[in-house]
């Protein structure tokens, strides 16, 4: 007889932003036309940039030609999008060579895929609040969780203690979802504690392009010490409107081993045996974002968003509100206001001025009592959205 895997059994009834969806879909239901502004899930409402939308065409094109026609891509990616992804680590100063950099398609995907490196017996470390896929995927492995708590004391980036106990650490910086980016020195003091313990970092980075303060740390490898113990793991979705398109990439040094088994040979063996690789339109889009043209718009992209943090911030101020992200990232983390619980406070905004955002207690335990609003929205939506709360919450 087949036997499920019974962790699944362990799993909260539902995904967090499935929750979500399924909760709007009831509401509409009940009030059939009626308009929301989403400010829950961050996902992207502007298009891709126009160097992109080329690329993309051309790369159409040349599937229509014989002698441009592309079959199977490589499975660790296209050399042409690992080339310029390295280039694009190196002109930040940062080491990275084509062979580090394997194209992937999505972050999300690859936070989950990633754990088939590590033996089933290494627990994984959460700091929580944390983007619940983190947990999800380790529960579905049977692995242990080791939650750390991050809180407004700590400014939410908790510093290592050398009681933990566990192999594996997430860390996401800019943080999903209170926007706390780690600076350089507390980053080095995780990066010493893996590597004295022989732990490895597996470094979300799919914010990084938020952060606007010159001094914080956008990459993990800018910390000395880190190719020693940290994978980072990037995405396109929230730099360059790949959402819906999906790809993205992630950075495994040569340096890295353990056991004499070097993680960088392992996840080559790993995709060329699970995956055919992205396709070679979407890699040629993607490549199109680390050109200086690609570059320039989405910078013109992301300073929409950051508007939209500023709307959000203004808000939350002129009501007294407590809040924190928004300027290094694109969500905005608030204390529920007149001490509701996260989800009381997610169905308030929904029936009274039909806004959505998603519930702290989404995001771990410790998030209860706090909401987190996404910054992607349109920015029309979000001027209204803002105006909407200042109304309500002033009453
Ligand atoms: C979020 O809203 O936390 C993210 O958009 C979810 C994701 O990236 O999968």
């Known amino acids: 007889m087949i036997i499920p895997n019974r962790n699944y059994a362990q799993l909260k009834d539902s995904y967090l932003f499935y929750r979500i969806a399924q909760k709007t879909k009831a509401y509409l239901e009940e009030h059939p036309g009626t308009y929301l502004y989403r400010m829950g899930i961050g996902d992207?409402?502007?298009?891709?940039?126009?160097?992109?939308?080329?690329?993309?065409?051309e790369a159409v094109d040349d599937q229509a030609v014989k002698e441009r026609f592309h079959g199977y891509m490589p499975e660790c990616g296209a050399p042409f999008l690992?080339?310029?992804?390295?280039?694009?680590?190196?002109?930040?100063?940062?080491?990275?060579?084509?062979?580090?950099?394997?194209?992937?398609?999505?972050?999300?995907?690859?936070?989950?895929?990633?754990?088939?490196?590590?033996?089933?017996s290494c627990g994984a470390m959460i700091i929580e609040p944390a983007y619940p896929a983190y947990v999800d995927a380790?529960?579905?492995?049977?692995?242990?969780?080791?939650?750390?708590?991050?809180?407004?004391e700590n400014g939410f980036l908790p510093e290592p203690d050398e009681d933990l106990e566990a192999d594996l650490l997430y860390l996401c910086s800019p943080n999903n979802p209170t926007g706390a980016?780690?600076?350089?020195?507390?980053?080095?003091?995780?990066?010493?504690?893996?590597?004295?313990?022989?732990?490895v970092i597996l470094f979300d980075a799919a914010y990084e392009a938020f952060i606007?303060?010159?001094?914080?740390?956008?990459?993990?490898?800018?910390?000395?010490?880190?190719?020693?113990?940290?994978?980072?793991?990037?995405?396109?979705?929230?730099?360059?409107?790949?959402?819906?398109?999906?790809?993205?990439?992630?950075?495994?040094?040569?340096?890295?081993?353990?056991?004499?088994?070097?993680?960088?040979?392992?996840?080559?063996?790993?995709?060329?045996?699970?995956?055919?690789?992205?396709?070679?339109?979407?890699?040629?889009?993607?490549?199109?974002?680390?050109?200086?043209?690609?570059?320039?718009?989405?910078?013109?992209?992301?300073?929409?968003?950051?508007?939209?943090?500023?709307?959000?911030?203004d808000a939350f101020d002129r009501l007294g509100i407590w809040y924190t992200g928004g300027k290094n990232a694109p969500y905005l983390w608030i204390r529920c206001p007149g001490y509701m619980g996260s989800w009381e406070f997610f169905d308030y905004l929904l029936e009274k001025i039909q806004v959505i955002g998603t519930p702290?207690?989404?995001?771990?335990?410790?998030?209860?009592?706090?909401?987190?609003?996404?910054?992607?929205?349109?920015?029309?939506?979000?001027?209204?959205?803002?105006?909407?709360?200042?109304d309500l919450l002033s009453q």
Not at 365 to 386: I, M, N, V
């Open 44 to 57: 992207v409402s502007l298009p891709l940039c126009s160097a992109v939308i080329r690329a993309l065409h």
């Open 82 to 120: 690992r080339e310029a992804v390295a280039s694009h680590y190196r002109s930040r100063g940062v080491g990275v060579t084509a062979d580090e950099v394997f194209i992937s398609s999505g972050a999300s995907d690859e936070l989950g895929d990633i754990l088939d490196l590590f033996d089933r």
């Open 138 to 152: 380790s529960v579905i492995a049977g692995r242990k969780i080791v939650p750390v708590p991050a809180t407004e």
């Open 181 to 199: 980016v780690f600076p350089r020195e507390k980053l080095h003091k995780w990066v010493d504690w893996a590597n004295r313990r022989g732990a």
């Open 212 to 313: 606007e303060e010159e001094n914080l740390p956008r990459s993990i490898f800018e910390i000395e010490g880190a190719k020693t113990c940290a994978i980072e793991i990037c995405s396109l979705s929230k730099t360059a409107g790949f959402t819906g398109t999906r790809l993205g990439y992630t950075v495994i040094p040569e340096e890295l081993e353990r056991g004499g088994m070097r993680f960088n040979d392992m996840w080559v063996r790993n995709r060329t045996t699970k995956t055919n690789g992205v396709s070679y339109i979407i890699q040629k889009g993607g490549a199109a974002v680390f050109t200086k043209e690609g570059q320039e718009q989405i910078r013109e992209n992301i300073r929409v968003y950051k508007n939209n943090a500023r709307v959000l911030m």
């Open 360 to 390: 702290g207690e989404g995001f771990g335990a410790c998030g209860e009592g706090y909401f987190r609003f996404s910054t992607f929205g349109d920015p029309d939506d979000t001027k209204e959205a803002a105006s909407r709360i200042l």
